[in-house]
């Protein structure tokens, strides 16, 4: 038996280079991610919900959904999956459950966050954090999830920067890797300066969340890599991607214009889908003529 998901990602962490990891919303991108050789994903809130509901990141997907999509995609790719678990879908037996669900659906590790329920993307308005005893509740959950069996890593979250500076913010972050967490994620620092004290002065694993047009700055991997990041996440560039080519070719035809220039072309879209492999294990069972 190989490797499971969650020691896929460990031995990734222990690497000199920094990760850089686009963030993926179903199966497909999720492959395309893979099919280019990147060695990590993300299962991003902002972009599945946009996705799976064709609305906002503002806690409106469920438990239900989160686990659904999460498998479709973790079965489909052999790269390690991180899951957004928001805030944990309830109290700490909610959050015990979310964990080792997120585990079973094949998901490497699991964030979880310190934001009032319901939730909302990290770089957008509205966002108000738990006290600390909630958010450290929160962790200790999760990582009590892990220690009754669950092989997930635990990512940890903190929107506290937002209405109580970036000390409070550090602060959280700190008590979470003392209490097991095993990645920190300091979400919207506002300048270079404030994620290279992030950098300073966490212990363990860091996650830069880039957004483009977001408000954090928009560095590129080596500088990440030099202020200390481990991972460098892009949680909305494959959807933003996504929706720009897909709003052109609609205009193109919209106009009584063929959008051809835009497209791959449909051997490689049949290829990259796995029409072809799906052909070449059909082989294998197909009956002879005369048999």
Excluded: W
């Excluded at 309830?90 to 966050?113: D, P, Y």
Aim: proline share 5%; with cysteine.
């Amino acid at each position: 038996m190989g490797a499971s998901s969650a020691d896929r990602l460990r031995k990734l962490l222990h690497g000199d280079e920094i990760i850089v990891m686009p963030c993926c919303f179903d199966p497909l991108s999720a492959k395309l991610i893979e099919q280019e050789d990147f060695p990590l994903t993300f299962m991003s809130g902002f972009a599945t919900s946009a996705a799976r509901l064709g609305m906002p990141d503002t806690g409106l997907m469920s438990y239900g959904e989160v686990i659904d999509q999460g498998r479709n995609i973790c079965d489909a790719v052999g790269i390690p999956v991180i899951g957004d678990g928001d805030t944990g879908y309830g109290n700490a037996l909610n959050i015990k459950r979310t964990v080792k669900g997120f585990a079973k659906a094949g998901f490497a590790a699991v964030m979880i966050e310190d934001q009032v329920a319901p939730k909302r993307c990290g770089h957008t308005a509205g966002k108000s954090v738990v006290t600390r005893a909630e958010a450290f509740d929160r962790i200790r959950a999760a990582v009590d999830a892990r220690k009754e069996g669950a092989d997930i890593l635990i990512l940890a979250r903190t929107d506290a920067r937002h209405d109580h500076g970036l000390d409070e913010a550090i602060a959280r972050a700190k008590e979470f890797y003392a209490l097991g967490a095993d990645i920190l994620f300091v979400e919207a620092p506002r300048n270079a300066e404030e994620m290279q004290r992030i950098c300073t002065e966490l212990p363990g694993p860091k996650m830069a969340n880039i957004i483009e047009g977001g408000l954090t700055p928009n560095l590129s991997p080596a500088e990440l890599q030099q202020l200390g990041f481990k991972i460098a996440a892009y949680p909305i560039t494959l959807i933003s991607a996504a929706m720009k080519a897909m709003s052109a070719a609609l205009g193109e035809l919209k106009t009584g214009g063929v959008p051809a220039e835009r497209l791959l072309p449909f051997e490689e879209v049949k290829s990259r889908i796995g029409f072809d492999d799906y052909f070449e294990a059909e082989k294998q069972y197909e009956a002879k003529l005369g048999d």
